[in-house]
């Protein structure tokens, strides 16, 4: 990902000026990161080291999102909503 991208996600999801690290920015930066490997798994599927970092990423992610859910949940489903990821259990 680079720097604009990762800029523009940040200026969307961002909280207050300054906020770069709240748990809607990261799931939404982990999201990105997530649907690109996914593209590049369907074209090398034998690659398992980078499935094992997209798991890794899946759970990481998943952990933000039952904090925020735990947390704040009208921000939880505006960012499940907008991000087009499905409700954690």
Do not use: C, P, W
């Amino acid at each position: 990902m680079d720097k604009q991208v990762k800029s523009e996600i940040i200026s969307k999801f961002k909280q207050s000026e300054n906020d770069t690290g709240s748990a809607q920015v990261q799931i939404a930066l982990l999201t990105q990161r997530i649907n690109h490997l996914t593209e590049h798994l369907k074209v090398n599927k034998k690659d398992n080291h980078s499935r094992r970092g997209l798991l890794k990423m899946v759970g990481k992610r998943k952990g933000f999102l039952q904090y925020l859910k735990d947390r704040d949940i009208e921000a939880y489903r505006k960012l499940i909503q907008e991000l087009n990821i499905r409700e954690i259990k």
